[in-house]
């Protein structure tokens, strides 16, 4: 079973950036898409950015033009850059890979802690 684990969250101010890392326990990320997915208080789970195993990317509405997904295939990790930050990004964030990954070894997805960005004046 993959282990994910998400850093670089913290307290920001509106129009600031911040630089979420995602690091995998092994070597998938070359083979299969990844996503960043946040939770405010009161909501479910969306996706804000999404990588293909190919390099595609695309990203939610809310934050088109200011998160940029990428991946660094030799250190395992994806990241999202985070710039131009709003109130309502405020959210813990989750990485994830793509469903095919659990699917092709029988596995159940799992989710990590995830970590908190906090967007504030």
């Known amino acids: 079973q993959v282990q994910l684990v998400e850093s670089g969250g913290g307290l920001v101010q509106p129009g600031g950036s911040l630089r979420l890392s995602c690091a995998a326990s092994?070597?998938?990320?070359?083979?299969?898409?990844a996503g960043w997915f946040r939770q405010a208080p009161g909501n479910q789970r969306e996706l804000v950015a999404h990588?293909?195993?190919?390099?595609?990317?695309n990203y939610a509405d809310s934050v088109k033009g200011r998160f940029t997904i990428s991946r660094d295939n030799a250190k395992n990790t994806v990241y999202l850059q985070m710039n131009s930050l709003k109130f309502e990004d405020t959210a813990v964030y989750y990485c994830?890979?793509?469903?095919?990954?659990?699917?092709?070894?029988?596995?159940?997805?799992?989710w990590g802690q995830g970590t908190l960005v906090t967007v504030s004046s």
């Open positions: 994830n890979v793509d469903a095919s990954y659990y699917s092709s070894l029988g596995y159940l997805p799992v």
């Open positions: 092994g070597s998938i990320f070359s083979i299969y898409g």
């Open positions: 990588i293909t195993g190919s390099g595609n990317t």
